[in-house]
Nanobody, 126 residues
Framework: QLQLVESGGGLVQPGGSLRLSCVASGFTGDSYLIGWFRQAPGLGREGVACISSTGRNTNYAGSVKGRFTISGDSDKATFYLQMNSLKPEDTAVYYC???????????????????WGQGTQVTVSS
């Protein structure tokens, strides 16, 4: 069973940056998807960014494109979400998700994933 542990959340001012990390364990193969999701109070969990195990394929939600960057170090099984130019509307609990698959399609869809981290809070406020 996959296990995921996020870190790196915190309080940041608008326009600031944060880098979230997700350490994964339990992969049985080399092919998987990693996604970052977020959930603001009273709202559903939305896909923010995703990456294939090779790193060659990435996708972003329109609301973060150009500001957030997903990356990964497969040797360390550690994945990152670099968040720049943060806005108050980025405030949410951020979750790392994973699934072992070769299919990249619909990687921002929550139901694609079967393993989730515990989440890390990101608050953007002055």
């Amino acid at each position: 069973q996959l296990q995921l542990v996020e870190s790196g959340g915190g309080l940041v001012q608008p326009g600031g940056s944060l880098r979230l990390s997700c350490v994964a364990s339990g992969f049985t193969g080399d092919s998987y998807l990693i996604g970052w999701f977020r959930q603001a109070p009273g709202l559903g969990r939305e896909g923010v960014a995703c990456i294939s195990s090779t790193g060659r394929n990435t996708n972003y939600a329109g609301s973060v494109k150009g500001r957030f960057t997903i990356s990964g170090d497969s040797d360390k099984a550690t994945f990152y979400l670099q968040m720049n130019s943060l806005k108050p509307e980025d405030t949410a609990v951020y979750y790392c998700a994973a699934v072992e698959t070769i299919i990249f399609d619909l990687c921002l869809v929550r139901s694609r994933y079967n393993s989730w981290g515990q989440g890390t809070q990101v608050t953007v406020s002055s």
